[in-house]
């Protein structure tokens, strides 16, 4: 049973810049989809590890908390590592040279 979720630096960063860039872009209402989808996967991955895929990143599991981001973890016993949250449009290869 998965007792702790631990975020990166960069899974922090990113959460925040994403948020961030909604409420200059678009409307508290759109923050509050992403933040409540965000939340939503992250319970899932907490009860249903396993739940996502294996990406094609060393151990990590990519989910899709919406169409332009992507959440990357990493399972360890009883611990959920998430290592980014990762904007879609980016080139994936940025994500291997300097996140893993």
Not at 29 to 36: G, L
Not at 52 to 62: A, C, E, I, Q
Request: proline share 4%; charged share 25%; aromatic share 12%.
């Amino acid at each position: 049973m998965i007792t702790t979720v631990h975020w990166s630096e960069e899974a922090k960063t990113d959460y925040a810049s994403n948020i961030l860039y909604l409420l200059e872009k678009w409307t508290p209402k759109d923050v509050q989809e992403f933040v409540d989808k965000a939340d939503n996967i992250i319970e899932i991955i907490t009860s249903m590890p396993e739940a996502f895929p294996v990406s094609g990143y060393m151990d990590t599991r990519k989910a899709l908390v919406c169409k332009q981001i992507s959440l990357y973890y990493t399972i360890n016993k009883s611990k959920i590592n998430l290592v980014r949250f990762w904007n879609n449009m980016q080139n994936p290869e940025n994500l291997v040279n300097e996140h893993f």
